[in-house]
C-alpha cells in the first residue's frame, strides 16, 4: 500500500471514500470487543486452579512452626520473602510480602512519604508545595492517578527504547529540589514494552540529586513476563544504589497478580534495610499482617525458580498468537501507509499505537462506535493529555484470539479512515465525519 501522505488530492479523495465504506461495513457487524484493560484471560487463570485445593485442612504450618491462620508476620513468611524475593532480584531480608496488590503498596508508599517523609528526608514531601515525579512516557496510567490523587506535579520525560532519556532525568534531578521521585517500569514497559539498559540503570543509581529524599520507584510488574524464547533481564538497581552510596534511593515492587491470580495474588516490595524498616513501622499502624495462608499457598504452588518459569511459559504460550495476530493484522492493513507504528513487545502485557499526530483521538471514538474499547485518549500520559493526540494502549490478553483479530481490523480501519480525514483537512479540503 501506498504512503498515504504521497497520493495526489483526488486519490486521496477516493482512498478516503473506501476507508468509510469498509469502516461503516465492519462497524454494521455490530461488535463488541475490549482491548482495553491489561486482564488475565479466563485460560490464564485457569492454570493456576492448583492453588484452590493445594493446601489441605492440615496444611496451615510455615516452615518456621507459624501458623498462618492467625494474626502476625507483618514482614511476611520467610519462604515466601525467600522465594518471590529471588523473583524480584532482591535478598529475602530486604523483602516485604504484602497482600494482593502492588499498586496498592505503591500507592501506600506515596501515601506516607507525603504526609510524614521517608528516611534522610528534610520533611514530609507534601511541604515542597507541590512535590513533583518525573513520569517517563507514554506510561501506566495507575502511577499518575497516584501523583494526581496527592497533589504531586507530574514532569513528562521521553523513553528512548532503553528507558528514560537520562540526560533530561539527570539535569532534571540534580537542579530541582522539589522533585522526589520517578516511575520506572524497568522489564516490558507499560505500554512500550522496552527494556531499560545496564546503562539506564546505573545513570539512574548515581545521579546527584538536589532533593536528599528523592526516590526511585522501580515497579517491576512484568520481571517474568516473557513472550519469546529470549529471557531479557535488567540490573539489580538495589545493588547499584548501593555501590554508588544511594542505598536508600530505590523502592522495588512486584506481584504474582499476573501469575496466579489477578484478585488473588501476592505482592512485595524490596528496598534497603533503612526503608524497609521506615515502611514496617507505616505498616503496623493499619495491619496486623497479610494472609499468610496465600502466601503459603503460592509457596506450595510455584516452589521455585524452575516452577515459576514453567508456569509462566504456560502464560505465554496464552499470550504470544494474541500478539502476534494485533501485529500480522496490523501489518496487514497498516503496512506501508506511513500514519500508524506499533511496538513488537518481547514480554508484558501491552503493544503501543502510535497514529498521525492529532488522530489518537478520533481513532478511539471511532473505534467506540464500532464497538471497541480501548484506554481513553491521553490514558497513557500524565493528566490524560498526550500533547500529540497520538499513542493508544492495547491490551490484547483478555479477549479470545479470535476477538483479538476482530478487534485489531477495526481499529486498523478507524485509523485509515482518521488519517485520510486530517491529511485532506490539512490540505484545507471540508470532510464530513461518518455518522455517530
Known amino acids: 500500500m501506498s504512503e498515504l501522505q504521497a497520493l495526489s488530492t483526488v486519490d486521496l479523495r477516493a482512498f478516503r471514500t473506501q476507508a468509510q465504506e469498509r469502516y461503516d461495513a465492519f462497524r454494521g457487524r455490530r461488535l463488541t470487543l475490549n482491548l482495553g484493560r491489561g486482564k488475565p484471560a479466563p485460560e490464564q487463570l485457569d492454570v493456576s486452579n492448583g492453588l484452590l485445593t493445594i493446601l489441605g485442612t492440615s496444611d496451615f504450618l510455615a516452615a518456621d512452626g507459624t501458623d498462618c491462620r492467625n494474626y502476625g508476620g507483618l514482614q511476611g513468611l520467610p519462604e515466601a520473602r525467600a522465594l518471590l524475593g529471588e523473583m524480584l532480584g ?43 515525579f518525573l513520569c517517563p512516557v507514554p506510561g501506566y496510567d495507575r502511577h499518575f492517578t497516584i501523583c494526581e490523587g496527592f497533589g504531586i506535579k507530574m514532569i513528562t520525560v521521553p523513553l528512548t527504547g532503553r528507558g528514560p532519556d537520562m540526560d533530561v532525568v539527570e539535569r532534571l534531578v540534580a537542579s530541582d529540589a522539589s522533585i522526589k521521585g520517578i516511575w520506572c517500569v524497568p522489564k516490558y514497559s507499560n505500554p512500550t514494552g522496552e527494556v531499560y539498559s545496564r546503562e539506564t540503570a546505573e545513570r539512574l ?10 526516590r526511585i520507584f522501580w515497579d517491576n510488574a512484568y520481571g517474568v513476563h516473557h513472550l519469546t524464547a529470549t529471557r531479557h533481564e535488567i540490573s539489580d538497581i538495589l545493588a547499584l544504589c548501593e555501590a554508588h552510596g544511594h542505598p536508600d534511593r530505590v523502592f522495588m515492587f512486584g506481584s504474582t497478580s499476573k501469575m496466579t491470580f489477578a484478585g488473588g495474588g501476592v505482592a512485595m516490595v524490596a528496598s534497603s534495610s533503612v526503608n524497609l524498616k521506615w515502611l514496617l513501622q507505616q505498616m503496623e499502624r493499619r495491619t496486623i499482617g497479610a494472609d499468610k495462608l496465600n502466601q503459603l499457598r503460592h509457596v506450595r504452588y510455584l516452589r521455585d525458580g524452575t516452577g515459576i518459569r514453567s508456569l509462566m511459559e504456560q502464560h505465554a504460550a496464552i499470550l504470544r498468537p494474541k500478539f502476534q495476530e494485533v501485529q500480522a493484522v496490523f501489518e496487514r492493513l497498516l503496512g506501508g501507509t506511513g500514519v500508524a507504528s506499533w511496538t513488537k513487545p518481547e514480554g508484558g502485557y501491552f503493544i503501543s499505537f502510535d497514529v498521525l499526530d492529532g488522530c489518537a483521538r478520533r481513532v ?23 500533547p500529540n493526540d497520538r499513542n493508544i494502549r492495547i491490551a490484547p490478553s483478555f479477549p479470545s484470539l479470535e476477538e483479538v483479530s476482530k478487534a485489531a481490523e477495526g481499529l486498523a480501519l478507524a485509523t485509515l479512515l482518521a488519517a485520510s480525514e486530517a491529511l485532506l483537512a490539512r490540505r484545507g479540503e471540508t470532510v464530513g465525519v461518518s455518522a455517530q
Not at 535478598?91 to 516485604?96: F, P
Not at 543509581?205 to 528523592?214: G, N, V
Request: aromatic share 6%; hydrophobic share 45%; proline share 13%.
Open 364 to 386: 478511539i471514538e471511532l473505534g467506540k462506535q464500532a464497538g471497541i474499547t480501548v484506554v481513553p485518549p491521553g490514558a497513557t500520559f500524565p493528566y490524560g493529555k498526550d
Open 205 to 214: 543509581a548515581k545521579m546527584p540529586a538536589a532533593a536528599p529524599d528523592f
Open 90 to 132: 532482591a535478598h529475602a531480608d530486604r523483602v516485604i510480602v504484602a497482600g494482593n496488590s502492588s499498586l496498592e503498596l505503591m500507592h501506600d508508599t506515596v501515601e506516607w512519604a507525603a504526609l510524614r517523609g521517608v528516611p534522610g528526608g528534610p520533611a514530609p514531601w507534601s511541604a515542597a508545595n507541590p512535590p513533583a
